[in-house]
């Protein structure tokens, strides 16, 4: 019922930037919370970052000052602006989202959350 389309990985050299975008559509009531998360290869998935739909941000520690999360509530998409990526950046990056999403039959709503397929990232040094 809701998709998450994640788009803007790729190869990039160390100190490189890339841009991640993260758009939903389908049948929802309204989106609260937007995020990433990154799962590198025999690694336990992480949050990177989130935003409100108030525009409040949390980053995990370790990368503040190089990710940068924003969102474009009219457009329902949420991005990270990555730079200086270093080789352990590498991972697949997961958009997630809670909100109000309906029931699959009827206009009932019920807090929901979703996620995307992911987008890979990789990092050479």
């Known amino acids: 019922q809701v998709q998450l389309v994640e788009s803007g990985g790729g190869l990039v050299h160390s100190g490189g930037s890339l841009r991640l975008s993260c758009a939903a559509s389908?049948?929802?009531?309204?989106?609260?919370?937007m995020g990433w998360y990154r799962q590198a290869p025999g690694q336990q998935r992480e949050s990177v970052a989130n935003i409100s739909r108030g525009g409040n941000t949390n980053y995990v520690d370790s990368l503040k000052g190089r990710f940068t999360i924003s969102r474009d509530n009219a457009k329902n998409t949420v991005y990270l602006q990555m730079n200086s990526l270093k080789p352990e950046d590498t991972g697949v990056y997961l958009c997630h989202a809670d909100g109000l999403g309906y029931y699959s039959t009827g206009w009932q709503t019920i807090r929901s959350e979703w996620w995307g397929q992911g987008t890979q990232v990789t990092v050479s040094s």
């Open positions: 389908g049948r929802f009531f309204s989106i609260y919370t």
